[in-house]
């Protein structure tokens, strides 16, 4: 069988759970935490794992996988390079999206609004619980730029290591986090014959969240 046909013929039914208005919380926070620790029982790998979309300010879009490490009722924290093409794009387009995706559970939760940077105590705070390597990673890494080669980048990361050796690494000053500030969250349930559930939070003006469900 051809790869084109396997694809086309790949098909799971949804059977997991169900999603309704009286079995969800009327914050979509303490929805999102219920979620995420379900899904950290289940024994997913990397159940913080996220895809990030951001824009350029022209429109230009991009996603990638990034770690969620804190969340709260004022947001969703991450952390990265301020000078990667995604530290770029928000400073452009501070409008972005999160999406996590959750098999063994067969759910999605879709969160979108405004990024914000952390203070720089948070950063520094994160940034100095990684483990050592990581640390020197970030010091190492000109993230998102172009490389001559992989030799070159661990050469760098040899001369930060000796450089450092001994000594208290600081929080590189173009390294930090950045807080999904949320104005709209969809919880998303497989359902079968893809009827799926779809629960929406979205914020009115006046700051109350609004609940509501979408068309599979």
Not at 168 to 178: F, N
Not at 185 to 201: A, K, M, P, S, Y
Request: glycine letters at 6%; charged letters at 30%; hydrophobic letters at 35%.
């Amino acid at each position: 069988m051809s790869i084109k046909k396997a694809i086309k013929n790949l098909r799971y039914e949804f059977e997991a759970g169900v999603l309704t208005e009286d079995k969800v919380s009327s914050s979509p926070f303490k929805q999102f935490e219920k979620w995420m620790s379900e899904v950290i029982k289940s024994g997913n790998t990397e159940p913080n794992a996220v895809t990030l979309a951001t824009a350029s300010k022209n429109g230009d879009v991009d996603a990638r996988i990034v770690l969620l490490r804190d969340f709260d009722s004022k947001g969703f924290t991450f952390f990265t390079n301020y000078l990667s093409i995604k530290g770029r794009e928000i400073r452009q387009n501070k409008k972005i999206c999160m999406n996590f995706f959750w098999p063994e559970l067969q759910r999605q939760v879709r969160i979108k609004g405004i990024a914000e940077k952390v203070s720089d105590r948070a950063s520094n705070a994160y940034f100095h619980s990684r483990p050592v390597d990581s640390r020197i990673g970030a010091w190492a890494s000109s993230q998102s730029e172009k490389l001559e080669s992989r030799k070159v980048l661990e050469e760098r990361f040899k001369k930060y290591e000796k450089e450092f050796d001994g000594k208290k690494i600081p929080r590189p000053p173009h390294w930090g986090g950045y807080c999904l500030k949320p104005s709209y969250f969809e919880f998303w349930q497989g359902r079968t014959n893809r009827l799926h559930d779809r629960i929406v939070f979205e914020k009115t003006k006046n700051g109350k969240w609004v609940l509501s469900r979408l068309n599979p």
